[in-house]
């Protein structure tokens, strides 16, 4: 699977948009990019999912560029609750479902 | 509404001494994982089941080990825990292994070794 890269920490203030990049330059045209989060002692969390268009939920909007070598999770309105890491994976679709994670971004939402 | 559950939430067990991590779901899901996350670090996968077909990765100790005796229950066993081996223990099911979308995590069991 493609390695991905996200800034090691983040802040936003609250009920403003927290925008949190990752660069997987090394993607295949097969890879999906996933993104979960995971409060502080508590399992990680599915967010969202693309192959190349846009997608939205209500949770969050994945962005992801033309050229699939970027994407961007955004988090329209962010609040204190949202206060975690968040982890951006790429996997293709059948190589036995393993999640292989990254860093990931701390994101703090600040009052 | 529960569907991984982890039991106990909190392990501690002394060095060398034997000890099970436990999880079930109530997802009816073909794969459960096992994943190992230390302080500040991202988790790490260390074998998953596909149905009854079980997966080591290749940088898995084998002073761990997995048992799965039904479709519901699986099982992490750490023969001689070390000091190395605290760490919080994650377990993770999905429907399907080729299968598109999500996987469901438990909220963890925190192991310490003394």
């Known amino acids: 699977d493609a390695k991905t890269t996200q800034p090691p920490s983040m802040d936003c203030a609250e009920g403003r948009a927290a925008n949190l990049p990752c660069n997987h330059s090394?993607?295949?045209?097969?890879?999906?990019v996933y993104w979960y989060r995971q409060i502080h002692s508590q399992g990680p969390q599915y967010i969202i999912h693309?192959?190349?268009n846009n997608e939205t939920n209500e949770m969050a909007s994945l962005i992801i560029t033309e050229d699939r070598k970027s994407s961007t999770l955004i988090l329209p309105h962010a609040t204190l609750r949202d206060t975690a890491v968040y982890y951006c994976?790429?996997?293709?679709?059948?190589?036995?479902?393993?999640?292989?994670f990254g860093t990931g971004t701390s994101l703090t939402v600040i009052p | 509404d529960a569907m991984v559950i982890q039991n106990p939430r909190y392990q501690v067990t002394q060095f060398g001494k034997p000890v099970t991590l436990s999880c079930s779901q109530t997802?009816?899901?073909?794969?459960m994982y096992w994943y190992q996350q230390k302080s500040s670090q991202a988790p790490k996968l260390l074998f998953h089941?596909?149905?009854?077909?079980?997966?080591n990765e290749a940088d898995t100790p084998d002073n761990f080990q997995s048992r799965r005796p039904n479709t519901s229950f699986c099982f992490l066993d750490i023969r001689s825990p070390g000091l190395g081996d605290a760490a919080m223990y994650l377990c993770?099911?999905?429907?399907?292994?080729?299968?598109?979308?999500?996987?469901?995590f438990g909220p963890g069991t925190r192991l310490t070794v003394t």
């Open positions: 993770a099911t999905s429907r399907d292994r080729g299968a598109l979308g999500e996987q469901y």
């Open positions: 693309g192959l190349k």
């Open positions: 089941y596909y149905d009854k077909d079980f997966n």
């Open positions: 994976i790429v996997r293709a679709r059948h190589t036995g479902n393993q999640f292989y």
């Open positions: 090394t993607i295949s045209g097969n890879e999906y």
């Open positions: 997802l009816n899901h073909n794969v």
